[in-house]
């Protein structure tokens, strides 16, 4: 039931991170990678207020907690992504652009997964 539950929510990750995307691309535009960006972003977030509620409570079993997880945050947030286009935008010249996609990927994930755990903790 694991296996289904992660095939199921990883569809639906990959579907969520390329209407998320593209739709942050169209508003923002591609001065910088900002679609990976969002699904960064509110995938830390999610990541956060799902493993914390979940391990404060029962409401989601463990395999569902799996499912979201693995299957659905692993389709949906992508690390390999803003890999390769920090190296795009650094063998481009852009390395103003390169270091602020790092500065961005980094410093604004980790505080929506700190708010994430601090909602969840507050739930």
Not at 5 to 22: D, E, V
Not at 101 to 119: D, E
């Amino acid at each position: 039931m694991q296996l289904l539950y992660i095939g199921l929510f990883g569809a639906l990750g990959c579907l969520g991170r390329y209407f998320i995307s593209g739709w942050t691309y169209a508003f923002l535009g591609r001065a910088l990678p900002f679609g990976t960006l969002a699904v960064n972003v509110v995938g830390s977030f999610l990541l956060g207020l799902v493993m914390e509620g979940s391990l404060r409570s029962t409401l989601l079993s463990p395999e569902v907690r799996m499912g979201i997880t693995v299957g659905f945050m692993g389709g949906f947030t992508t690390f390999s992504t803003f890999s390769f286009e920090t190296v795009r935008l650094i063998e481009e010249g852009s390395l103003f652009q390169a270091g602020t996609n790092i500065l961005l990927n980094v410093v604004v994930c980790l505080m929506f997964a700190g708010l994430g755990i601090f909602l969840a903790r507050q739930i």
